[in-house]
């Protein structure tokens, strides 16, 4: 495809993305030029397919849960405006089918692909979701703040995997030599170099499977205070998918709208392929700089030789990996029986069990 082309359709999804934010203005909703710029760096990522479009928009454009509700009918209103419900699967039918058997099966297909909640894969934070994606509430961040800011340093002490220095290092000679012209130029005073105070550098994969769901609200509230500490971090949910949050997770706020769309993860969890998503894709995220803290409880669906292959490479790349399990802290008599634990656990510098504000104040605590 040409230059002028490729920049034709580039000038048109631009437009077209415009509309749609005066639309959404028109319908109640604050969008401004941030959110249309946002809108156009997502569409790259979602490869222009409506369903992933609707995912990766709906957290932009919707600040209250009345919006987030409304977000996939107004989507397919303004793109869609001939059919804004998807159409209904076509399917083989007999040439002279029995009339009460077809309309029953009409009336069934009607139920499961026109309503509204099926349709656009909708999720509303009050509808009961399995898991909540949204920061908790009622977590006393105040409390928390101390704590994390503790925790993060001690995190940041932990030396990076590199080389031993040369023993001359630690001598500042700019300094050293400014020094000595007090002196008439000769080296008497010896000026050591300060040590630099590092930036905490985080990869964060958060499991939102079933047996995770009680916990997950706390743990995205702990990552956004991660965030407000100043430590550099992607974050990741993981279950039959791996889903990117770090941009929805820097808007969001305690007890506002969730950071993903929860019916698009889908239920169970596979962490090898999760860890084998990791590094095909952001492998250039793990370095030897990087802490990478992984918060699930172990229990796994998928192949464990997948955990050993991917999870061992990353391991090897980044400065330490931390395994956040709420099991250890919830049952006294726990013991990681699992094959995926057993298999990671001696690739982790530490094993700490948080599951809320009072665990999470007790390994801080411990770290001196």
Same mark, same amino acid.
């Given at each position: 495809?040409?230059e002028?082309?490729?920049g034709?359709?580039?000038?048109i999804?631009?437009?077209?993305?415009?509309l749609?934010?005066?639309?959404?203005?028109?319908h109640?909703y604050?969008?401004?030029v941030?959110? %249309?710029e946002?809108?156009l760096v997502?569409?790259?990522e *979602?490869?222009? &397919?409506p369903?992933?479009?609707i995912?990766y928009?709906?957290p932009?454009?919707s600040?209250?849960e009345?919006q987030w509700r409304?977000? #996939?009918?107004? !989507?397919a209103?303004f793109? !869609?405006?001939?059919?804004?419900?998807?159409?209904?699967?076509?399917?083989?039918q007999?040439?002279? #089918?029995n %009339?009460?058997s077809?309309k029953?099966?009409e009336?069934?297909c009607?139920?499961?692909y026109?309503?509204?909640?099926?349709?656009l894969l909708?999720y509303?934070?009050?509808a009961?979701?399995?898991?909540?994606?949204?920061?908790?509430? $009622?977590l @006393?961040?105040?409390?928390m703040?101390?704590? %994390?800011?503790?925790?993060l340093?001690?995190?940041?002490?932990?030396?990076p995997?590199?080389?031993?220095a040369?023993?001359g290092s630690g001598?500042d000679?700019?300094?050293?030599i400014?020094a000595s012209f007090?002196?008439g130029g000769?080296?008497?005073?010896?000026?050591?170099r300060?040590?630099?105070?590092?930036?905490?550098?985080?990869?964060?994969?958060?499991?939102? &499977?079933?047996s995770m769901?009680?916990y997950? #609200?706390f743990?995205l509230?702990?990552v956004?205070?991660?965030?407000?500490?100043?430590?550099r971090l992607?974050?990741?949910?993981? &279950?039959?998918?791996?889903w990117?949050?770090t941009?929805f997770l820097?808007?969001?706020?305690?007890g506002?709208?969730?950071?993903?769309d929860?019916? !698009?993860?889908?239920?169970?969890?596979?962490?090898?392929?999760? !860890?084998?998503r990791?590094?095909?894709q952001y492998? @250039?995220l793990?370095a030897?700089?990087t802490?990478?803290?992984v918060i699930?409880?172990?229990? @796994?669906?998928g192949?464990? @030789?997948?955990? *050993?292959?991917?999870?061992?490479?990353?391991a090897s790349r980044?400065?330490q990996v931390?395994?956040?399990?709420?099991?250890?802290s919830?049952l006294?008599?726990?013991v990681?029986?699992?094959?995926?634990m057993?298999?990671?656990? #001696?690739?982790? &510098?530490e094993?700490?069990g948080?599951? $809320?504000l009072?665990?999470?104040i007790?390994?801080g605590?411990?770290?001196?």
């Amino acid at each position: 495809m040409g230059e002028l082309t490729l920049g034709k359709y580039v000038h048109i999804a631009t437009f077209q993305v415009s509309l749609f934010t005066r639309f959404l203005r028109e319908h109640g909703y604050n969008a401004s030029v941030s959110e %249309t710029e946002q809108a156009l760096v997502l569409m790259e990522e *979602a490869c222009w &397919s409506p369903e992933h479009l609707i995912c990766y928009w709906r957290p932009v454009f919707s600040h209250t849960e009345d919006q987030w509700r409304r977000f #996939p009918e107004l !989507f397919a209103v303004f793109f !869609f405006p001939e059919a804004p419900r998807l159409a209904q699967k076509e399917r083989v039918q007999d040439d002279e #089918p029995n %009339t009460a058997s077809q309309k029953e099966r009409e009336k069934e297909c009607k139920v499961r692909y026109e309503g509204p909640e099926r349709t656009l894969l909708a999720y509303s934070p009050n509808a009961g979701a399995e898991v909540s994606l949204s920061l908790a509430r $009622d977590l @006393d961040y105040g409390m928390m703040k101390g704590w %994390t800011r503790r925790i993060l340093r001690q995190w940041a002490r932990v030396r990076p995997k590199q080389r031993a220095a040369f023993s001359g290092s630690g001598i500042d000679w700019r300094q050293t030599i400014h020094a000595s012209f007090r002196y008439g130029g000769d080296l008497g005073i010896w000026v050591r170099r300060r040590p630099k105070r590092e930036s905490l550098w985080l990869i964060v994969m958060i499991d939102v &499977s079933g047996s995770m769901r009680s916990y997950v #609200p706390f743990y995205l509230g702990l990552v956004w205070q991660f965030m407000r500490e100043g430590a550099r971090l992607e974050c990741f949910l993981a &279950s039959n998918r791996l889903w990117r949050i770090t941009p929805f997770l820097r808007r969001a706020h305690p007890g506002g709208h969730p950071v993903a769309d929860a019916s !698009f993860l889908g239920g169970g969890t596979k962490l090898g392929w999760a !860890f084998s998503r990791l590094r095909q894709q952001y492998s @250039d995220l793990f370095a030897s700089r990087t802490t990478f803290i992984v918060i699930s409880d172990g229990y @796994d669906t998928g192949r464990p @030789d997948m955990v *050993a292959e991917s999870f061992v490479y990353l391991a090897s790349r980044v400065r330490q990996v931390i395994w956040i399990n709420p099991l250890l802290s919830d049952l006294n008599s726990y013991v990681p029986r699992s094959v995926a634990m057993k298999i990671v656990l #001696p690739y982790c &510098s530490e094993h700490v069990g948080v599951s $809320d504000l009072e665990s999470w104040i007790a390994y801080g605590q411990s770290q001196r």
